[in-house]
């Protein structure tokens, strides 16, 4: 497992002290008194972001990023993890990786520079119904005499309201389940038939439903890349939504402690009462387990392993099960505050069940990592 | 000593030059429990291969291959330790010795033993000569080990201890003990200390205890004025308990690094395929193939933190925080994959002996049983979660 290099280092502590000083939980809370659901985010912070350069970290030297990749990327994005801060830029990079794995050489000239550059917002949208299963994918996309159109809908599609580009998943053959179909478009705002609804959703992050009325769409790249370039970018997704799960749940998880060691009760810190000593540490084993998934899923990306689909299966499952029970317990742990609105821990657990749904639930990547296990 | 790039590739060249010569094509293939090779003065080597193996080893220090050659050892860098393991692996060769000596007294002593204790003790361990058994728990002292009551006087010219271990692994087959005894009694932890004798000294007696497995791997050692040389207290008196923390650590960093073993080669998967049946190529049973998936990224997921844990330890930062969950998540791992693998068994898996059964089969269940210490040996799972939880969390003692 590689330990971090210099610019990582860097990389996170530059993360850690933008986040602390400019996204605290209460800029989220912000956002949601002010209807900040619809856009997701603050511009001003996405303007700090892409000039700290995050935009860049997956995105290759010769289309202005820095090309540190997928680790560096999963860094950041643990550090905006840990105050719940709202922005496209998981979704954006999302979008990215299916134009680096699948782009032309013009699209990714087009895209990827000005995503670099932070110029632009993007989105992935492949679901269409409540749960993540994108062989399902019916959108329907059809030739026509200068390019292709598509028509159907996406369902809860993470930051696509104000994206400036969306990839999406649509059919060209085959009915849903029948993977070898599917073909990657580029959809760009604006475009005609396309509508955008904004959901309200627990965790007051941009989520759209988006409706695809013969809307003119571009093939990502000379073949519309297909299934394995839609799994390909989809595991990219996973693990970095997983990193940023990771410093959800340990935050929640330092909280939780903090609050272990100053609540008094019959004369006591709880935190000496076993019974919830027991129960962080337990919390704590499975923070450490799922940092080394979830690092190692990174790695296996950067690496180009053949071992990664299993890792990032992996890793997304750990973090799935462990902000779970971090977020439970974080309400647990602190009794009837952990139910007031006032309290953050129910802005964790709200964020915490979005989040293991997104890009599949533990129970579909169990599924998944049997499948690659051959059982 | 090379760490680093050419050096270690010459070091690496050389190892696997002498491993191909040197490893006997037996000690290649996988390992049955009657040939673990314990050693020590009373061991019967079930393979005489795996003698000439161990003696092989433990002529260039193989055997403990990062202590000092002045003591046997092979006097390795951790790189070329790790390249030994690596080349070790690749032809599969078998460990040449299982030692309570290597994996805990050894390290204990290079730390806190004198220079005679550690020029008698140190070579024999590497050799196998000497097996040694662990002396910590006593009826009354098990989680509470700083509790032990076992006494050690002062007589003079000798100590006189007197008093009862219990789950002493393999008493009556070892030929020296490493034992923790009381020598005051007016305090508790600052009252310990920690002596090495020879279990073959009057008024020593090791009774085997029969488990649930029908397996008796462990002991009650009875200890009735047994006079004990001085000279054979390590570190000083009432200073032992230091001493046996150590010890702990590099037991439960022991179990931790190998898990606990269990069913050789068998994987649960295969198992269940071939008991419950296939469905396309899945597991019949979709709620046990779930179960099993979910067991089988906990695996996944501890194997990649022993990596992470051994990755820091290595880069020079010490034992990070992970290390600290590793005995309590290898147990509850191993615990909950036997539990599994006779599940997926089914009848198969509830045979205790007799013609009806697979040997391999009754091998697992006993496995299964044996399992169910895995949470109480070497510190409870309750201990452990309580050491985290006041060491790492940093919460307090309840008033």
Known sequence: MASLNEEQTMLR???????????????????????????????????????????????????????????SLGLVLEETGRTLAASPLHATAAAASALLLGGSQAQKETWLTRIAAGEITAALAVDEGPHHHPASVALKAEQTATGYSLTGTKRFVPDAAGADLIVVAARLSGAPGDTAGIRLFLVEKGAAGLAATPLHAIDNRAHADLAFAATPAELLGETGAGWDVLTATLDRAAALLAAEMLGTAHQ???????????????????????????????????LELTRSCVDAALDALDAGSKDAPALVSLAKAKANDTLHLASIEMVQMHGGIGMTDAHDAGLYMKRARVAEALYGSSSYHRDRYAKLGGY | MADFGAELDVFRTETREWLEANCPASMR??????????????????????????????????????????????????????????????????PPLFSFGVWMLGPVLLEYANEDQKKTHLPKIVRGEIRWCQGYSEPGAGSDLAGLQTRCEDKGDHFLINGQKVWTSYADQADWIFCLVRTDTT???????????????????????????????????????????????????????????????????????????????????????????????????????????????????????????????KSGKGLGPAASILKYAAATLNQHKHELMLEAMGAEGLGWD???????NIRETRAWLRSK?????????????????????GLMDHQ
């Not at chain 1, 956002?31 to 856009?39: E, I, V």
Request: net charge neutral.
């Open chain 1, 13 to 71: 502590d530059a993360a850690r002290g933008w986040v602390a000083d400019k996204a605290p939980v209460t800029a989220l809370r912000r956002l949601r008194d002010t209807g900040g659901w619809k856009t997701g985010y603050d511009p001003a912070a996405w303007k700090d972001m892409a000039e700290m350069g995050w935009t860049g970290v997956i995105v290759p030297e010769a289309f202005g990023g820095s090309e540190f990749g997928y680790r």
């Open chain 1, 252 to 286: 929640a998880f330092e909280i939780i402690v903090d609050y272990l060691k100053t609540r008094t009760q019959f004369g006591q810190l709880i935190g000496s009462f076993q019974a919830l000593q027991h129960r962080a540490a337990k919390l704590f084993t499975e």
């Open chain 2, 29 to 94: 293939t996988p390992m049955t429990a009657e040939e673990t090779p314990w050693g020590g003065a009373k061991f019967k080597w079930a393979n005489p291969d795996s003698k000439l193996w161990l003696d092989r080893m433990a002529e260039k220090g193989w055997t403990a291959p990062m202590w000092p050659k002045e003591y046997g050892g092979g006097g390795l860098s951790a790189g070329e330790a790790r390249v030994l393991e690596q080349e070790m692996a690749r032809i599969k060769a078998r």
């Open chain 2, 187 to 313: 305090k508790k932890h600052e009252g310990i200390s920690f002596v090495l004798f020879d279990m073959s000294t009057p008024g020593v007696e090791a009774r085997p205890i029969k488990l649930i497995s029908g397996e008796s791997p462990f002991c009650e050692t009875f200890f009735t004025d047994v006079k004990v040389p001085k000279d054979q207290l390590v570190g000083k008196l009432n200073g032992g308990w230091d001493i046996a923390k150590r010890l702990l650590q590099f037991e439960r960093q022991n179990i931790s690094a190998g898990g606990f073993g269990g069913a050789a080669g068998l994987e649960i998967e295969d198992v269940a395929l071939a008991h419950v049946g296939s469905d396309n190529g899945r597991i019949a049973d979709g709620d046990l193939r779930a179960r099993i998936a979910a067991h089988k990224m906990d695996a996944k997921a501890f194997a990649l933190t022993v990596r992470r844990v051994e990755a820091e330890a």
């Open chain 2, 354 to 360: 007799g013609e009806g059964f697979d040997r391999s």
């Open chain 2, 373 to 393: 210490g895995n949470s109480i040996e070497g510190g409870t799972s309750e201990i452990n979660l309580n050491v985290v939880a006041k060491r790492v969390l």
